[in-house]
């Protein structure tokens, strides 16, 4: 699905000598390089603060401390997206109000938003799925109405831009009250490890998130508020240092992928290509098309066994999953998650996809129906 080797071999020397250097000072924990790193990623993205911490998943459940969200308190949140939006909400004892997505683009379904509201709703969270923006104008006229926050989930979506009716072009992460992001290996921005982090515009929201992901604390040993325990590595924030430098080239390779495959399978009785959200550019985290009018699963292992991979993010919605049983959702309640669940493939894309490697796989792809 993903070659970080290959993308490595050529960073490497860049990557060894950034590792070297913080193995040469010996400081692991908040080492000069985290403080770097998180400057880049603000001029990069143009946030006006970013907090770096320990996981996507912490950035999420940090943002919405942060934000006081307050346990009895409702968060809407995609039903098809990966667990870690709606698993912090659980955990911090609020109670996620799932909504639908949209067929085609998998976004979240900004029509439905009107019904899901409630005195007691205090947020959205948009996952801004397979690297491009949800309607951000949409819901943040929304959020504005009915006075919720917004937390822009952007795991998958690093550096996609998203251009609102007046002009203005903003970040995905960079839109909303918060945003978060994860350097998970795989993620567009991936480091060696684990790794996330949080952007906001508001300086004392940014200085409040800083210290939820350090105890709590401003002074050492001073705490103020209940908070985790969340660092960026320094050796990681070496190796995003040098990753961010390449994340331009990183995202237009994956564009180059997409646009072979949209090619590949245009007009394809089969194939259903991943729709673009208007006004949002595409990070292409994920190729994900839909599969019609056969098996999945037997296209599936066709192309396993023919050296293939592929991947089904994800298989299960969120509200049919287990640990979700008790909120009283039943199937057919996400009709179009629970649809978007048996069809969706996702197809081998990365920064160094060699032309004849994806030619083999389009055309494996196209022997199926053959
Ligand atoms: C990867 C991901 C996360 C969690 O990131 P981790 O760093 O693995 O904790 C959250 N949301 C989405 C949509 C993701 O893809």
Known sequence: MVDLKSQYDLIKAEVDQAIQGVIDTTSFINGP???????????YTGARYVITCGNG?????????????????????????????????????????????????????????????????????????????SNMEAILAFAKKHNLKVIEDTAQAIGAKYTFSDGRVMQAGTMGDVGTTSFFPSKNLGCYGDGGAMFTNNEALAEKLRMIANHGQKKKYHHHIVGVNSRLDTLQAAILNVKLK????????????????????????????????????HAFHQYTVQIEGVSREE????????????????????HQQEAYMDLGFKKGDFPVAESLCLKVLSLPIHTEMKVEDQEYIIETIKGFFA
């Open 57 to 133: 998943t912490d950035a999420l459940q940090i943002a919405m401390m942060g934000l006081d969200f307050q346990p009895g308190q409702e968060v809407i949140v995609p039903a098809f997206t990966y667990v870690a939006t709606a698993e912090v909400i659980a955990l911090l004892g609020l109670k996620p109000v799932f909504i639908d997505v949209i067929a085609d683009t998998y976004e979240l379904d900004i029509a439905q938003l009107e019904s899901k509201v409630s005195s007691n709703t205090v947020g959205i969270v948009p996952v801004h799925l397979y690297g491009q923006c």
């Open 246 to 281: 390449h994340l331009d080239r990183y995202s237009a390779s994956r564009n180059e992928v997409a646009d072979k495959y949209d090619e590949a399978f245009a007009g394809h009785k089969n194939i259903k290509s991943p729709a673009r959200v208007p006004n949002s550019t």
């Open 299 to 318: 296209l599936k292992s066709y192309l396993a066994e023919k050296g293939v991979p592929s991947m089904v993010y994800y298989p299960v919605p969120l």
């Open 33 to 43: 390089q985290v403080k770097e790193f998180s400057n880049a990623l603000a001029d």
